[in-house]
């Protein structure tokens, strides 16, 4: 049973927290606050921030610079950066796509299938976990590991093989002696695997996109969302569809922090997409948080992504199985997903784990259509057609 009054001291934060985070900013003379790590506070870097966004965090081991940035860019789209020349960060994740790939699940360098659905670059630097669902995973730097370096699946298939091969791959290109001495100056051999994941982290973690239709609208462009999108906005945050629940904030996921977050929530949920046999389970290789922690409670929890360029990201979910924005109503409306037959058959409704917001809720066909105008008023193009974040290699 849901308290009614936990749920409405929810929602209003979700509403007021990105007023209070500009508030807060003014208040302190517009000052990077970190209240950690002083150190971290302090950046040059140009995070092109809309007002009321706070700063994300700043690792204070690898912080922010322009020429790491472009140091990253120029590694995340180069294929010398696998196993066996063939793959860049990039093939996973293209801008246009809001930086997925646009398959069900992503193909590592090798032909090898990833259980998961490649998950959007937006905003990565105000995540609070990378990946689906582990709860250890809470730098980028950590997350870069297994992409470069995982065996099952293989991704860009780095091993002890071929290291030394494709870290010469990166010394034989002419544009890398300038960008490595640029970015890492006070090194005499940059090159290492040590700095190329942290010029990329830099790159990716620079991946701000605050100029949709919806950020215009809060700035005081009444005319940025249409009729419909501000009808889709009303119900996105109503108790009825309890969206914002796990969507909510600026960056739109619930799974955020920022430089005034004192007390940082990692939290998973079970959406009742599967629920094998009746017995909650999921299917092997996406069993979500379990496989990290192999409690019970945590099956089919994931990580609940941002929704800013959501209309650009199809297909959905963890394991790219439901195809478009419409579906994905029509899954949340049902309060999860009946598998009627097959080896996952099960009526992921009644899983035992699932997530007490995902109820199920009645929707009209119009209101299904302005919920969906308001998912689309996410949309940056700027963000997917930036220069800036564009493969630099053409």
């Known amino acids: 049973m849901r308290c009614a009054g936990v749920r409405r001291r929810s929602r209003l934060w979700t509403l007021l927290y990105p007023l209070l985070c500009s508030v807060m900013l003014v208040a302190c003379g517009g000052s990077e606050t970190h209240l950690d790590d002083e150190a971290a506070n302090k950046t040059a870097f140009d995070w092109a921030l809309r007002e009321g966004v706070p700063l994300p965090l700043e690792p204070a081991a690898n912080p922010m610079t322009e020429t ?13 950066l696998s196993g066996n020349g063939t793959q860049s960060c990039s093939s996973c994740h293209h801008q246009d796509k809001a930086f997925t790939d646009g398959l069900v699940v992503s193909v590592g ?14 905003n990565v630097a105000y995540n609070a976990t990378y990946t689906w669902a582990n709860p250890a995973l809470i730098t980028i730097e950590a997350q870069m590991h297994t992409p470069l370096f995982s065996e099952q699946p293989v991704e860009q298939g780095i091993d002890d093989r071929n290291r030394d091969a494709v870290l010469q791959r990166i010394l034989d290109e002419p544009r890398y002696e300038a960008l490595f001495a640029e970015a890492f100056p006070a090194q ?21 996109s605050f100029n949709a239709p919806f950020d215009r609208y809060q700035l005081g462009q009444r005319s940025a969302l249409s009729a419909s999108a501000l009808r889709g906005q009303e119900l996105f945050f109503s108790e ?27 939290p998973f949920h079970n959406t009742g997409l599967y629920n094998i046999g009746g017995s909650g389970d999921f299917p092997p290789d996406n069993q979500g948080v ?61 899983n035992p784990f699932k997530d007490s917001f995902v109820s199920g809720f009645a929707i009209t066909a119009q209101q299904q259509a302005d919920l969906i105008a308001f998912l689309h008023s996410l949309t940056d193009e700027s963000f997917v057609t930036s220069p800036r974040f564009s493969n630099p290699w053409e």
């Open 188 to 208: 005499g051999s940059p090159v290492s695997f040590a700095n190329i994941i942290d010029a990329i982290a830099v790159f990716v973690r620079g991946m701000t």
């Open 109 to 122: 360098s090798t032909g090898d299938s990833h259980p998961r659905n490649s998950q959007t670059l937006t």
């Open 240 to 266: 009825a569809l309890e969206c914002f629940h796990c969507h909510g904030g600026y960056n739109f996921s619930d799974s955020t922090v920022d430089r005034t977050i004192a007390f940082v929530e990692r």
């Open 290 to 350: 379990f496989e990290a922690t192999g409690d019970p409670s945590d099956m089919g929890k994931f990580r609940a992504p941002t929704l800013r360029n959501i209309a650009l990201t199809a297909p959905y979910m963890h394991d790219g199985s439901i195809a478009t924005l419409e579906a994905v109503v029509e899954f949340y409306a049902a309060g999860g997903r009946n598998v009627a037959s097959g080896p996952y058959a099960g009526d992921g409704r009644t």
């Open 68 to 80: 790491k940035f472009q140091l990253g860019r120029h590694l995340f789209y180069d294929a010398r």
